[in-house]
């Protein structure tokens, strides 16, 4: 019986640690970003898309993209990549190659999205606040100056999120124990 109690207590502790919500770093965030390698926080409550938790991001300016969205469990809840050769899009109802299905879901165009990830946009300032992004639809708000470091687009159909947890700006330098380095 003790064994088991000692088990169990081992097990709730492990658990608990688990589910510590991890600090975000402080980043020296460069005016324009060529490539990024991020380890984020995702919040999103888009159109009837509701999700919190965790994805790895990379991004390659102007045309390579990786987003893997993980689920409560570490298993792949959505996949999405760009690059030179195609695009895909996967998730569990879904597997598709065509561009358009992101704008579709999102209501964003996937080089909008690169563009404002990267900020490869035209930002304006937004009085005492972060620059924003204002497009058809939506709004692109920058939190980075500060320890949020988040970008956030705000519409009429929800917002999306993404808090960057660990940054890295230079190609094949991995982020941490067991992140890609490169795409």
Same mark, same amino acid.
Request: with cysteine; aromatic share 10%; glycine share 10%.
């Given at each position: 019986?003790?064994?088991?109690?000692?088990?169990?207590?081992?097990? %709730?502790?492990?658990?608990?640690?688990?589910?510590v919500?991890?600090?975000?770093? +402080?980043?020296?965030?460069?005016? +324009?970003?060529? @490539?990024?390698a991020?380890?984020?926080?995702?919040?999103?409550?888009?159109k009837?898309?509701?999700?919190? #938790?965790?994805?790895?991001?990379?991004?390659? =300016?102007?045309?390579?993209?990786l987003?893997?969205?993980?689920?409560?469990? #570490?298993?792949?809840?959505? @996949?999405?990549?760009?690059?030179?050769?195609?695009?895909?899009?996967?998730?569990?109802?879904?597997?598709?190659?065509?561009?358009?299905?992101?704008e579709?879901?999102? #209501?964003?165009?996937?080089?909008?999205?690169?563009?404002? %990830?990267?900020?490869?946009?035209?930002?304006?300032?937004a009085?005492?606040?972060?620059?924003?992004? +204002?497009? +058809? &639809? =939506?709004?692109?708000? =920058?939190?980075?100056?500060?320890?949020e470091?988040? %970008?956030?687009?705000?519409?009429?159909? &929800?917002? %999306?999120?993404?808090?960057?947890?660990?940054?890295?700006?230079?190609?094949?330098? &991995?982020? &941490?124990?067991?992140?890609?380095?490169?795409?």
């Amino acid at each position: 019986m003790k064994l088991k109690l000692t088990i169990l207590c081992l097990a %709730i502790l492990l658990h608990s640690c688990a589910m510590v919500p991890k600090k975000a770093a +402080r980043v020296a965030w460069p005016d +324009r970003i060529q @490539y990024m390698a991020a380890l984020c926080e995702l919040d999103m409550s888009w159109k009837e898309m509701t999700y919190s #938790g965790t994805m790895s991001l990379q991004v390659d =300016y102007p045309d390579a993209l990786l987003v893997e969205v993980y689920g409560p469990f #570490g298993n792949t809840a959505m @996949y999405i990549k760009k690059d030179r050769n195609g695009f895909l899009l996967e998730n569990q109802e879904v597997k598709d190659t065509d561009e358009g299905k992101f704008e579709k879901e999102f #209501g964003i165009q996937l080089s909008d999205f690169i563009d404002d %990830i990267t900020m490869n946009n035209t930002r304006e300032p937004a009085g005492k606040g972060s620059p924003v992004v +204002r497009r +058809r &639809g =939506y709004t692109v708000t =920058y939190g980075l100056d500060n320890d949020e470091n988040k %970008i956030c687009w705000h519409g009429d159909d &929800g917002h %999306i999120c993404i808090q960057f947890l660990e940054v890295s700006f230079e190609r094949g330098q &991995g982020l &941490g124990k067991g992140t890609p380095a490169g795409m």
